[in-house]
């Protein structure tokens, strides 16, 4: 391993490796989500007894303003819409197009099996009755995640949709304006100007002085806390997934473009100083090549200080390994949020892939496409939760529900062999709730 430039080099050639040597090797930032888990249950506990007074303790301590009035106001949805720039609104409005066809496409469909005469199944597919949205705030604006959490929920067809964002110190201690704008474009009615872990157990425990019923579902990335919190109130409400710092990771051989591989690199580390971002080839000219470009295309972005800081850390990485076969391996192992691919063949390359939130393939299929207008969900599972979660999508608010009806004769049929079960389970009043239909 070496470190020379903005990022460090990992030679894997001639090594084997498994998930968790990889993962030594690469490991996310050092983020410890069960001292977080600790240091937010007082308040956690705190909105549940006291709720809006809870609420304004933690806008005031952790943000610097005042959250009130919490509850914003249609006036106050409406002004944002209205001071929408219009070049801004066309995006968002291409935007909210776009997820919908996906999210409209993504529905699953209902199916019947007949088991034999008087003998049916059904599954069907029930939305949720409520859900609260995180938006988060902090280093940067997201108006993407307010569409990005409130069109699937839409298609899918849940009732009530209550959406919180932070307090911003920069807007008088109002919500960004922007992201008010969004959810006035999408008619959502319930905005609350709330963040962190207090707005998560005002969605799981409701607060009746804003009219914050408790809702079924919560989603929404957010910061190491707002993770915390989801996973504290697991249980107590549905969570979509404990989506945290953003990830990339990218397949890549010499056929790559070295100055979109280093620009992909750049855009998700100046998210956040804990972002991961990692190439993953077998060719020592590309990386020599992506290495060249960051120096060179780093110190013009905005946020250079912020993505140098992610670059320059453990999470960030080339890495050199003896085939793409390998480069696939490691990727499996590693189950990143937003996978890039970029090889001469790409599509068998995919045909390899298990673990990842999103896959992005060919070198006009950039990360951010995603976050913005690709029409696919930004809202991933980071830290290895790719292994055995999904992205957020209609499937987020839906629930699988099997309905079984049975006539006399279909239940006859299978009469002997349910009472045989019960028999066996030591369970007998099960196989005499079915002998009982057949009594005279």
């Keep these: 391993m070496a470190q020379v430039g ?15 040597s990889i993962n030594k090797l690469v490991p996310r930032a050092q983020l410890d989500i069960s001292q977080a888990m600790v240091e937010i249950l007082p308040i956690l506990e705190d909105v549940q007894q006291n709720g809006e007074q809870a609420i304004t303790r933690s806008a005031l301590k952790f943000d610097q303003v005042d959250p009130n009035p919490i509850r914003v106001s249609a006036e106050e949805l409406e002004n944002a819409l209205a001071k929408l720039e219009p070049k801004l609104r066309a995006a968002i409005e291409e935007s909210i197009l776009r997820v ?3 999210s409209v496409a993504s529905l699953p469909a209902g199916n019947q099996v007949d088991l034999g005469e008087g003998a049916e199944v059904r599954l069907r597919w029930q939305p949720v009755d409520s859900v609260g949205l995180y938006v988060p705030g902090g280093k940067a604006v997201y108006p993407s995640s307010v569409i990005m959490n409130v069109v699937p929920a839409q298609i899918a067809g849940v009732k009530q949709l209550a959406l919180a964002t932070p307090p911003q110190k920069h807007f008088s201690g109002r919500p960004h304006p922007t992201v008010l704008a969004t959810a006035a474009l999408l008619g959502v009615e319930d905005v609350y100007c709330m963040g962190g872990p207090s707005a998560i157990a005002a969605f799981a425990y409701g607060v009746p002085a804003i009219n914050l019923e408790p809702v079924s579902v919560i989603t929404g990335p957010g910061n190491i806390y707002v ?23 990218i397949i890549a051989d010499s056929s790559a473009n070295p100055k979109f591989v280093a620009a992909d690199l750049i855009s998700q580390a100046e998210h956040d100083e804990a972002a991961a971002a990692v190439l993953v080839t077998d060719s020592i000219s590309l990386a020599d090549s992506v290495r060249a470009e960051l120096e060179v295309m780093l110190p013009k972005t905005q946020n250079s200080a912020r993505a140098t800081i992610a670059l320059g850390s453990q999470q960030s990485a080339l890495v050199l390994v003896d085939d793409i ?26 045909e390899k892939i298990s673990n990842a939130g999103a896959i992005f393939l060919g070198e006009f299929s950039p990360v951010s496409l995603g976050d913005y207008l690709a029409g696919s969900n930004h809202v991933l599972p980071t830290g290895q939760q790719a292994k055995f979660g999904a992205g957020l999508g209609v499937h987020t608010f839906l629930r699988a529900q099997q309905v079984v009806e049975y006539s006399r ?13 019960s028999e066996a389970e030591g369970l007998p009043a099960h196989g005499q709730a079915i002998t009982a239909r057949f009594e005279q």
């Design 6 to 20: 903005p990022i460090r080099t990992v030679d894997l050639r001639g090594l084997s490796f498994d998930s968790l």
């Design 100 to 102: 919908q066809k996906v």
């Design 227 to 249: 993770a915390a919190a989801k996973r504290v109130l697991r249980g107590t409400v549905g969570i979509d997934s404990e989506a945290g710092t953003t990830e990339i990771l």
């Design 325 to 350: 076969q390998s480069a696939v391996r490691f990727a499996n192992f590693y189950a990143t949020e937003h996978l890039e691919i970029h090889t001469r063949e790409n599509e068998k390359v995919l």
């Design 409 to 421: 004769s279909g239940l006859e049929q299978v009469a002997d062999h349910a009472v045989d079960f």
